[in-house]
C-alpha cells in the first residue's frame, strides 16, 4: 500500500482514462448549465484529473486548478491544452496554498474537506470564504457518517468490498456529520443542499458513498 495519500492518488491517477471520469455531480451541472459564466475566475481545490475545472473552463471561465498529485494535474494540463481551455494547474498542497482575498466567482471543493483534518480543514473552509467574492458561488461536497467507509475502512480489501466501501476510503481523513457541511458554511446563502447514500459505479470495485453536496452564495457587503 502506498505510504501517503498524494502517493495513492499518483498511482490512482496513472492510468490512461481519468480514474474517477469526466462527469461532474448533477447538481453542480443543473445549476451551472443555466447560467453565463464566461470570463468568471474560478478555483478549483483538490482538482485530481481536473473535471469540474474542465467543465467550468468549458463555459468560458478561467480556472485555477490546485492539487498537490503530479499525475492528476499533469493528465488536466494535457486535455486544457488539447481544448484549449483556459486553465492554470497550480501542483501544491492545500496547507501551503494562500488564499487570495475576495479573487474567486466560483470556488470548487470537491471531496477535499473531508481529506483534510482539524485546523488545515478549518483553515481551508475560513479560506474558501475569504477568497470568494461577494456574490460568487461554492459548490462543495464531503463524504458523511453515512459512508460505509466511516466504520468499515480499516477493514480488509476483502471484507471491505463485501461492506461496500470504496478503494480509496483510506485516504478520508473526516466524515462530516449529518448537515456538518451546511452548518460550517452557514454564514453563506445556502442555494441547495442535499445529503443522501448512493452506489458508485464510476471507479474500482462496486461501492457506496454517503454525500453531503451545498451549492452556496456568499453575501454581499453590508451598506
Not at 480499516?154 to 476510503?169: F, I, K, Y
Request: hydrophobic share 40%.
Amino acid at each position: 500500500m502506498d505510504s501517503s495519500p498524494e502517493q495513492r492518488f499518483n498511482t490512482v491517477y496513472s492510468g490512461s482514462g481519468c480514474y474517477y471520469g469526466l462527469e461532474v455531480r448533477p447538481e453542480f451541472s443543473g445549476y451551472f448549465d443555466k447560467r453565463d459564466i464566461n470570463g468568471l475566475a474560478a478555483l478549483d481545490l483538490g482538482c485530481g484529473e481536473g473535471r469540474y475545472a474542465l467543465f467550468l473552463a468549458a463555459k468560458g471561465c478561467h480556472v485555477t486548478a490546485v492539487d498537490c498529485s503530479q499525475a492528476g494535474l499533469s493528465k488536466l494540463k494535457t486535455m486544457a491544452a488539447e481544448k484549449c481551455l483556459p486553465i492554470t494547474p497550480c501542483m501544491m498542497d492545500i496547507a501551503t496554498f494562500e488564499f487570495p482575498e475576495a479573487a474567486f466567482d466560483i470556488i470548487v471543493a470537491a471531496t477535499i474537506l473531508d481529506h483534510l483534518s482539524g485546523d488545515l480543514r478549518r483553515r481551508t473552509i475560513s479560506g474558501i470564504k475569504s477568497a470568494l467574492k461577494p456574490g460568487g458561488v461554492l459548490y462543495a461536497n464531503a463524504f458523511t457518517v453515512a459512508d460505509p467507509g466511516f466504520k468499515l475502512a480499516r477493514l480488509s480489501s476483502r471484507q471491505a468490498s463485501r461492506a461496500g466501501v470504496s478503494e480509496t476510503a483510506e485516504c478520508m481523513a473526516h466524515y462530516f456529520d449529518r448537515e456538518e457541511l451546511k452548518a460550517v458554511f452557514a454564514d453563506l446563502s445556502i442555494i441547495d443542499y442535499y445529503e443522501a447514500v448512493e452506489p458508485d459505479h464510476s471507479h474500482g470495485r462496486p461501492h457506496y458513498h454517503g454525500w453531503a453536496c451545498l451549492l452556496a452564495k456568499k453575501r454581499a457587503a453590508a451598506r
